[in-house]
């Protein structure tokens, strides 16, 4: 299992294009990907459970894989965020 804090840096928040790149990308991968914010806890590959989490600029969000293919799909989850989804 991989865990990472990962922080939302795009300004719109995660909103209807980033949760849907979230997810497209989520759904790539064998493994499990969940986020967690505040104690919820929703699946990655999951459009309507990423926009439901109405995570904002700045809000820290706690991503587990679990899975065959883990270390990529963290790897690659992480660097969405870390682009700001290309918004920004």
Same mark, same amino acid.
């Given at each position: 299992? $991989?865990?990472?804090?990962?922080? %939302? !840096? =795009? /300004? &719109? @928040?995660?909103?209807? /294009?980033?949760?849907? $790149?979230? +997810? !497209?990308?989520? =759904? ?8 967690? *914010?505040? @104690?919820?806890? %929703?699946? &990655?590959?999951?459009?309507?459970? %990423?926009?439901?989490? @109405? +995570?904002?600029?700045?809000? !820290?969000?706690?991503? !587990? %894989?679990? @899975?065959?293919?883990?270390?990529? +799909? +963290?790897?690659? $989850?992480?660097?969405?965020? =870390?682009? *700001?989804?290309?918004?920004?």
């Amino acid at each position: 299992m $991989i865990e990472k804090i990962l922080t %939302v !840096q =795009n /300004r &719109a @928040g995660i909103h209807a /294009r980033p949760a849907a $790149i979230i +997810a !497209q990308t989520s =759904n790539k991968f064998e493994s499990e990907i969940t986020l967690t *914010r505040d @104690g919820a806890t %929703v699946n &990655a590959k999951s459009i309507m459970g %990423v926009i439901a989490m @109405g +995570a904002g600029y700045n809000t !820290q969000l706690t991503m !587990q %894989v679990v @899975g065959p293919d883990e270390s990529e +799909a +963290a790897s690659v $989850i992480e660097e969405l965020f =870390n682009s *700001r989804f290309e918004e920004d």
